[in-house]
T-cell receptor
Framework: AQTVTQSQPEMSVQEAETVTLSCTYD???????LFWYKQPPSRQMILVIR??????QNATENRFSVNFQKAAKSFSLKISDSQLGDTAMYFC?????????????????FGQGTILTVHP | GAVVSQHPSRVICKSGTSVKIECRSL??????MFWYRQFPKKSLMLMAT?????????EQGVEKDKFLINHASLTLSTLTVTSAHPEDSSFYIC??????????????????FGDGTRLSIL
């Protein structure tokens, strides 16, 4: 079974500053995906960024980037130039890759979540 | 892009009634859908995996007679909370797993989430 741990229940950052959210995971799988999801007050789940475990290069999406350390099983999210709209709960998630058929997807295991508040 | 429609978004009902929540994939086929429950400021807890044409797989501790799941077609899964009580009040979210080779290609999202249902039992 997989576990995902987010050790920061709450974080805050000033607008335009940079913040890093931590995530560690435990698995015996070698082929998997890692994700960061954002859940604003509307409670809609929004995919922020995705990392495939076999790729060494860290994923980036505009102001969002990850630091993926496979050996350490660490997957942190860095938000640069924080904006008020980044205020949300952030979830780190793990998904085992199902190799049968190539790209079918399975269930997500979520971390506890980190509430991020961006202050003006 | 791929969209999942979840209905209703909000429901308030009396204790003892049954409530049905629908999760519908709008532009792709979904052989698998997932149902989550979320308490305020907490993580999403997987309740069950809904498989088209077969029985749902429930997570440990989830009462299958309480939370009935039906996945009768490749685009629709329903969750029925039977004889609901105040402790069943929660936020329920579904997600759909896209069948490879159907519409929605190009999306980077392996799962597509509905917007959730806020259930309040009085």
């Amino acid at each position: 079974a997989q576990t995902v741990t987010q050790s920061q229940p709450e974080m805050s950052v000033q607008e335009a500053e940079t913040v890093t959210l931590s995530c560690t995971y435990d698995t015996s799988e070698s082929n998997y995906y890692l994700f960061w999801y954002k859940q604003p007050p509307s409670r809609q789940m929004i995919l922020v960024i995705r990392q495939e475990a076999y790729k060494q290069q860290n994923a980036t999406e505009n102001r969002f980037s990850v630091n993926f350390q496979k050996a350490a099983k660490s997957f942190s999210l860095k938000i640069s130039d924080s904006q008020l709209g980044d205020t949300a709960m952030y979830f780190c998630a793990f998904m085992k890759r199902n190799n049968a058929g190539g790209t079918s997807y399975g269930k997500l295991t979520f971390g506890q979540g980190t509430i991020l508040t961006v202050h003006p | 892009g791929a969209v999942v429609s979840q209905h209703p978004s909000r429901v308030i009902c009396k204790s003892g009634t049954s409530v049905k929540i629908e999760c519908r994939s709008l532009d792709f086929q979904a052989t698998t859908m997932f149902w989550y429950r979320q308490f305020p400021k907490k993580s999403l807890m997987l309740m069950a995996t809904s498989n088209e044409g077969s029985k749902a797989t429930y997570e440990q501790g989830v009462e299958k007679d309480k939370f009935l799941i039906n996945h009768a077609s490749l685009t629709l899964s329903t969750l029925t909370v039977t004889s609901a009580h105040p402790e069943d009040s929660s936020f329920y979210i579904c997600s759909a797993n896209e069948l490879v080779g159907t519409g929605g290609g190009g999306s980077n999202q392996p799962q597509h989430f509905g917007d959730g249902t806020r259930l309040s039992i009085l």
